[in-house]
């Protein structure tokens, strides 16, 4: 991809769309648009499994990689200035540092938050000093003597850690740490629950306060003590940590400490002016803090309901919106289900997000997706979009580029307009199975911008994955009926000669028999046998015999035609039936003769030591319904005897 004259930063993280990562990533990008910078965000779908990294030195154990992690692939081809991986989303050391050295070998700075990566700028979330903050606020500035806390998984670190500061504070104030008052809430809804029941029911006295090691457990916290009919804080004060967005729009508004996400965003905004300036990249470790957030659930802000009406509104716009972003997703879905074709896909796609095309929205498939070969070879590059879309303006899909140039034509936008200035690449893909990927670009990035871009995804993946399927199925349908097919034409086949069996020239020939049309037409039926099979079995071996065999089949059908019906009884012995509208057309003599001829045209016949020669029995009859064709097989059979016994004599004579 050319170097565009705007500076870029690389992000990379799993699920990104969820709040923590994405209040980091909205901060970010106000901070890069005011320096000048491009943010382009790279979002994996779920976390990523340690078996596929087995060497995170050895860069070709990723190269061409099928799952979520080829993904990342992407971020080789494109000119970025820094690159910042949300190390704690991915969660898997070897493939964060497999992306760290990508970022080396580009020479450019990598900043690791929340995780460490030997040679990158390591920037740890400071989860103890944080907690201990909200503690000590509770204990200190509040007076609170029976504190319990609501811890997340018993034994997890960040967890542990948590409550390593919680009985800190408590020893440093003199408050001697009660089991009873320490519960596991790992970190969500219905645990929580549990452990406030326990709380509320041991006997216990009740604590002044609950510190929860989330703010998710606090706002259950907060449900479980109203639905007792407890009043926060004014009975019992509740506080949170992390500082998500739910704790804000709580009633009441969650006192918690929330990551300053601020001040890392603006020291690696400063660290990369510095090092553009300097030209030498410093790895070092810092800490990002957290700030106290003294809000409405501990006490220290008044009772009132913040811009509610603002709020309530904007949910009510969110949830509308996700409705029928949902619905048009399920429709697009539904078109392509009986599809075979993945270029069906990008022919309905308009239809179905025109609503939500006032931004910029791309989509691209491997080449070997779009042939129906799921497994793409690991060289290779080249993809093929099949949606191209900028402020409702579709361009044909169908355009083969290679994977180098990422996004084709974006330059001419961000050139052009400067209207987007952020990038979110979401991975098309089912399991380990890779499609393409899907590249949404934003001015004004916000929470459900940023869900309705991971469910046009998901969505698209799943219709992606419907129509291969289709066409996987479609395609062993196909291969089940060639071999049903081949199956039966073994049944009804002479396996040396390729023409009916016995059973095959019954089955044909009682069809022809039973047709209305040929009801007064004629019917000729040859007994066939050839002369001498003994003979050049005994003397030149089975091999000629049954090149032979094959030769004197050759000449049979190559007389009679495809519209008769021949067959090979079995060893030496041919029956072949043929209908027609006159009476005499042949003679037992004449198919003699041009059986002979016939038989001189085969290749290799002329050139044997040994003659090829048939007798020949005929007889012919007009169909009626009740004509009697078995008795005439049978004296086809006598006048074919009839014929060798003649010319046996001529030979002796």
Not at 356 to 376: E, P
Request: charged content about 25%; proline content about 3%; aromatic content about 10%.
């Amino acid at each position: 991809m050319e170097q565009q004259e705007r500076k870029t930063i690389g992000v990379c993280g799993s699920r990104i769309f969820n709040q923590i990562p994405m209040s980091f990533i909205n901060l970010l990008r106000k901070a890069s648009i005011k320096n000048g910078y491009y943010t382009i965000a790279f979002s994996a779908n779920s976390d990523i499994e340690g078996e596929f990294w087995a060497d995170a030195d050895a860069e070709e154990e990723f190269q061409g990689i099928y799952g979520e992690c080829q993904l990342f692939d992407i971020i080789k081809y494109i000119d970025f200035d820094v690159l910042i991986i949300l190390t704690e989303t991915i969660q898997n050391p070897s493939f964060a540092h497999w992306i760290a050295k990508v970022g080396k070998n580009k020479n450019i700075p990598v900043f690791s938050v929340d995780g460490v990566i030997e040679g990158c700028y390591n920037m740890i979330m400071d989860y103890h000093d944080g907690f201990e903050r909200i503690v000590r606020h509770i204990v200190e500035d509040h007076g609170c003597r029976k504190v319990n806390m609501l811890a997340g998984f018993e034994g997890q670190p960040l967890s542990e850690e948590r409550i390593r500061a919680y009985k800190k504070v408590l020893q440093e104030n003199g408050i001697p740490f009660e089991q009873e008052r320490l519960k596991y809430g790992d970190f969500w809804d219905r645990p929580t629950r549990v452990a406030m029941k326990e709380f509320l029911e041991d006997g216990k006295e009740l604590p002044e306060a609950i510190v929860c090691a989330n703010d998710a457990m606090a706002i259950t916290a907060c449900s479980v003590l109203n639905e007792k009919g407890l009043r926060v804080p004014e009975d019992i004060i509740v506080a949170g940590f992390d500082g998500t967005k739910d704790g804000k729009y709580h009633f009441p508004v969650l006192s918690t400490c929330e990551p300053n996400y601020e001040d890392a965003v603006n020291y690696i905004i400063k660290e990369v002016e510095r090092i553009q300036e300097m030209g030498n990249i410093e790895p070092c470790d810092c800490r990002i803090g957290f700030r106290l957030s003294k809000r409405q659930s501990c006490g220290c802000e008044e009772m009132v309901m913040h811009e509610v009406n603002k709020i309530v509104s904007s949910f009510g716009k969110d949830l509308g919106d996700c409705s029928w972003h949902n619905i048009a997703m399920n429709n697009m879905v539904s078109s392509v289900l009986e599809k075979k074709s993945v270029m069906d896909i990008a022919v309905k796609i308009p239809e179905y997000i025109n609503m939500w095309s006032d931004n910029f929205r791309f989509a691209c498939l491997s080449s070997d997706v779009v042939k129906f070969h799921r497994n793409a070879a690991k060289d290779n590059s080249e993809m093929v979009t099949i949606l191209w879309s900028y402020h409702g303006e579709f361009r044909e899909p169908g355009e083969v580029f290679d994977i180098s140039e990422f996004v084709p034509h974006l330059d001419e936008i961000i050139k052009q307009n400067g209207d987007i200035d952020t990038l979110i690449v979401r991975l098309l893909n089912s399991g380990k199975k890779v499609y393409g990927y899907a590249v949404e670009g934003f001015q004004d990035l916000d929470d459900r911008r940023l869900q309705r871009s991971n469910e046009f995804a998901m969505f698209l993946s799943f219709s992606i994955d419907t129509v291969l399927h289709n066409y996987q199925l479609a395609k062993l349908n196909e291969n089940l009926s060639k071999a049903y097919n081949e199956i039966a034409n073994l049944y009804i086949l002479d396996s040396m000669t390729g023409i009916y069996n016995r059973r095959g020239f019954f089955q044909k020939f009682g069809s022809m028999i039973g047709e209305k049309e040929n009801i007064g037409k004629y019917l000729y039926l040859f007994s066939i046998d050839m002369d001498g099979l003994k003979y050049i079995n005994d003397t030149y071996g089975h091999n000629e015999g049954d090149f032979a065999i094959t030769s004197l089949s050759k000449a049979i059908t190559q007389i009679f035609g495809e519209g008769a019906v021949c067959s090979r009884f079995g060893g030496d012995e041919f029956t072949c039936a043929v209908i027609l509208e006159e009476k005499n057309k042949y003679t037992a003599e004449e198919m003699s003769k041009e059986l002979l001829g016939a038989l001189a045209r085969i290749d290799g016949v002329r050139e044997k030591p040994y003659p090829i020669t048939a007798s020949i029995g005929m007889i012919c009859e007009q169909i009626t319904p009740d004509i009697d064709t078995e008795s005439m097989l049978t004296i086809a059979d006598k006048l074919m005897y009839q014929d060798k016994i003649a010319r046996k004599k001529e030979r002796r004579n």
